[in-house]
């Protein structure tokens, strides 16, 4: 799809092209938690089955990430607000019914960490 951003012409990819970027973008990037559950739902939505499975396998990977850092002790005030925040972004994958239940089970392992 072209629309004009900046003066421009340029292409902004939709569909299927625009999901495998997204799982592109998703992979490369080291935080852990830079996965949207909207976001991921609105991948998921427009995506092929063979790119639900790869969208599953990289989120899972986040989500695993995020619960294993959970396991690290908390000992300064930040370090305890980006544990709350972790538990936050995994609870709301592991209680959304929009979410595959293979993708619920690995956010809801961050439960354990309460």
């Given at each position: 799809?072209?629309?004009?951003?900046?003066?421009?012409?340029?292409?902004?990819?939709?569909?299927?092209?625009?999901?495998?970027?997204?799982?592109?973008?998703?992979?490369?990037?080291?935080?852990?938690?830079?996965?949207?559950?909207?976001?991921?739902?609105?991948?998921?939505?427009?995506?092929?089955?063979?790119?639900?499975?790869?969208?599953d396998a990289v989120v899972s990977a986040k989500l695993a990430h995020g619960v294993a850092t959970l396991a690290l002790p908390a000992r300064t005030w930040y370090q305890?607000?980006?544990?709350?925040?972790?538990?936050?972004?995994?609870?709301?994958?592991?209680?959304?019914?929009?979410?595959?239940?293979?993708?619920?089970?690995?956010?809801?392992?961050?439960?354990?960490?309460?």
């Open positions: 799809m072209l629309i004009w951003q900046n003066e421009q012409l340029t292409t902004v990819q939709v569909g299927e092209d625009a999901v495998q970027a997204y799982i592109k973008t998703t992979a490369q990037r080291r935080e852990i938690n830079c996965v949207g559950l909207r976001d991921y739902c609105a991948a998921r939505q427009a995506a092929t089955p063979a790119q639900r499975a790869q969208l305890k607000r980006a544990r709350q925040i972790t538990r936050n972004w995994l609870a709301g994958f592991a209680q959304s019914t929009d979410v595959p239940a293979a993708v619920r089970a690995v956010a809801a392992q961050g439960g354990m960490y309460e």
